[in-house]
């Protein structure tokens, strides 16, 4: 099974679209939990995603719990990003099939599942005191590229 991002409720169509062509360039299956805050079949998700979107190897679950019930993962295979994990993202070796869980824009990820998994928490580490976060579809990329250093 290849590695998989995960983007739970996004809100931000343009996100997700370059989310998925970053999905496609890699391999990766791209995993949304719903409720999705538009349309997926919005013109600004296949805009971000160009001409890629056909491409993508998507899937769509109805809630967390949905995803947890249908694929059953391995603790060691998530990997949750919060902009206030412990750990970061350098730390883990990650495996082949790992799963890369990212929240919403807004809000990042549900406190219940960050509860469920407080020890899979990690973050991108910034220089700068004066930024709280970083852009969804900008954090992916580096954390799936970092997740396949060495298997490109």
């Not at 995603?49 to 998507?58: C, E, I, K, R």
């Not at 719990?65 to 603790?75: H, K, N, S, T, V």
């Amino acid at each position: 099974m290849p590695p998989s991002i995960i983007l739970i409720q996004p809100e931000i169509p343009g996100n997700t679209g370059a989310v998925g062509r970053t999905c496609v360039a890699l391999g990766m299956e791209l995993i949304l939990i719903h409720p999705l805050g538009f349309d997926i079949s919005d013109k600004r998700v296949k805009r971000s995603g160009l001409d890629y979107w056909p491409h993508v190897n998507l899937t769509e679950y109805a809630s967390w719990d949905a995803f947890i019930a249908a694929r059953i993962p391995r603790e060691d295979q998530l990997f949750l990003f919060e902009e206030f994990g412990s750990r970061s993202f350098y730390e883990p070796d990650y495996p082949d099939d790992a799963m890369l869980v990212f929240g919403q824009e807004t809000k990042g990820i549900p406190k219940p599942i960050i509860e469920r998994h407080e020890g899979r928490l990690f973050h991108l580490p910034m220089r700068s005191d004066v930024i709280r976060s970083l852009n969804l579809a900008n954090t992916v990329s580096a954390a799936a590229y970092q997740a396949l250093r060495g298997k490109l």
